[in-house]
């Protein structure tokens, strides 16, 4: 059964236990907390990100914790047995695996938050659930030491650079961890709404998110100190981004400034993707129109495409949602996941049916959003409920801990990779307009079209059990050139009329003959 109330990877409900203060846990005494925080060391010069626009990459997410370990030596309290234990991923070990990332293709890594979490667990979800995923912090102007050093984070940020990969930072303004120092400190603990204190309220703002301490980001003071902080980090490690968390947790007006100060701190580009939870393209609206950040989540996509891959729904309607998705705000851009970290990975909830995956993965990469690809789901890792979600990546035979020997399905991933290389060589599947071409029984075809570099793409998905045809009038946008198969080979000979056979659960992708 899943943990009730998983959002933002920050918790699950559950009362803390006493904190562990033993030398066996403790990774060294907390620095003093001060109410501002100090000056920021002026950036490091970091290799320029690609000149790309963001609707074409293809983002990877990454919990840094169970991708790779590089170095044993900041192992603290690391248990792989143990689903809520640390098991050593750190930065090093990220940046010594980046080659898993370029070699299919993405563009883009998002990790989990790197600032101190709190050194104890907690234990209301029946095991010791430790901060081995970041979103409970202990003192937001440190690195985790389980993680690496500062320096290591800067080395991983410049590595992802020189590949052409765009990093993305996971921050979040909206609470700290468990019994943090910050709910004690003198100088910080009238800073909170607790429920140890009773003063949790009932709005989105004022609650306490899975029963976590709440900032009070509404008080300047406050908002300052986790501003500066954040964005230090910003500059100190050269990311192109933040992933915001909880951001419907925290009011407009404090991102209204946060967004006022990456631009002038971090630069105009610095790019904004928030997690408004449950969000899609009209929920996500008050945040494009106030120019708060750049992009969303579309929580809806995940169970769209279930829905439709199981044949849970007509074609049509799943036609219809798709073309909504295009009506976001101009120059904003929503983004879409199969599976993530507080939900049930997508092929756990098919059951372990792969050839329903690739379907749906083929709809992510061929339809219209920035897509997530959540670590390991690409190779087969089955996910499942809380806290299976979020198992280590399978290495198969490689010595990578704390994956090593878990097995990996190297024909999924080839599959994702040919996926990735059409949508990146064709800018109408990220960028284009989105038709219907045929909409009724099992095999779904649409076309995507980029009117500015009059790319055109057509996508036909069969979800039945049988061989099947759709036939529709071949694309103006071919201007009568032959079409060839983007995915498997092969040549379709112009006509008036264009017919494809799909084979069962199967996809095909269409492009004009070069």
């Given amino acids: ?104 293709g993405v563009t883009a890594l998002w990790m989990t938050p790197v600032v101190k979490n709190i050194d104890g667990f907690v234990t209301g979800a029946g095991f010791p659930d430790w901060g081995y995923h970041g979103y409970w ?39 700290p961890g468990y ?29 306490c998110v899975s029963g976590l301490p709440d900032f009070k980001t509404e008080q300047p003071e406050v908002a300052k100190y986790l501003l500066d902080a954040q964005l230090a980090w910003g500059k100190r490690s050269g990311v192109d981004g933040f992933r915001l968390d909880t951001v419907k947790h925290v009011d407009h007006p404090f991102w209204q400034e946060h967004r006022r100060r990456t631009r002038e701190e971090l630069g105009k580009d610095f790019f904004l993707l928030g997690e408004v939870w449950g969000g899609d393209r009209e929920s996500l609206d008050p945040w494009f129109v106030s120019d708060e950040m750049d ?14 891959a199981l044949g849970r729904g007509r074609t049509v309607a799943f036609d219809s949602y798709l073309r909504s998705r295009h009506k976001v705000r101009k120059g904003y851009h929503l983004s879409h996941f199969l599976s993530s970290h507080d939900v049930p990975g997508l092929l756990f909830q098919l059951q372990g049916d792969k050839p329903r995956f690739r379907l749906a993965a083929a709809l992510q990469l061929t339809t219209s959003g920035i897509p997530v690809i959540y670590y390991g789901e690409e190779v087969g890792r089955p996910g499942g409920d809380w806290p299976a979600n979020r198992g280590d990546m399978p290495w198969g035979t490689r010595a990578v801990q704390p994956g090593a020997g878990l097995p990996r399905d190297e024909a999924l991933r080839d599959f994702y990779r040919k996926l990735i290389s059409v949508r990146r060589a064709h800018p109408a599947l990220s960028r284009g307009t989105h038709k219907g071409l045929a909409t009724d029984g099992d095999v779904y075809t649409f076309l995507r079209h980029d009117a500015e570099s009059g790319d055109a793409v057509v996508v036909a998905v069969n979800r039945g059990e049988k061989k099947a045809s759709a036939s529709f009038p071949w694309p103006e946008a071919w201007s009568g050139a032959d079409a060839e198969d983007l995915l498997d080979g092969g040549r379709l000979t112009a006509g008036p009329t264009m017919e494809v056979t799909v084979e069962p659960l199967s996809v095909r992708i269409l492009g004009r003959a070069r």
């Fill in 1 to 104: 059964m899943l943990f009730p109330l998983t959002l933002a990877g920050c918790a699950h409900p559950q009362q803390p236990a006493p904190r562990e203060t033993t030398s066996e846990v403790s990774t060294g005494a907390p620095a003093p907390v001060a109410p501002e925080a100090a000056p920021a060391p002026a950036a490091v010069a970091a290799p320029a990100a690609p000149a790309r626009h963001w609707a074409d990459e293809v983002l990877y997410f990454v919990v840094l914790d169970r991708f790779a370990d590089g170095d044993a030596a900041n192992n603290v309290k690391v248990d792989k047995k143990a689903p809520g234990a640390f098991h050593g991923g750190d930065f090093k070990g990220l940046r010594e695996q980046l080659d898993e990332l370029s070699s299919l």
């Fill in 137 to 175: 912090a202990d003192d937001f102007q440190q690195v985790d030491p389980r993680f690496g050093s500062e320096q290591e984070l800067k080395a991983l940020v410049d590595a992802c650079h020189q590949r052409g990969i765009r990093v993305l930072l996971d921050v979040v303004y909206n609470h």
């Fill in 179 to 207: 019994n943090s120092r910050y709910l004690t400190a003198p100088e910080t603990k009238g800073w909170l709404r607790s429920e140890e204190k009773g003063t949790c309220g009932q709005d989105d703002v004022t609650s």
């Fill in 295 to 308: 992009a969303g989540f579309d929580f809806g996509f995940q169970g769209n495409a279930l829905a439709w």
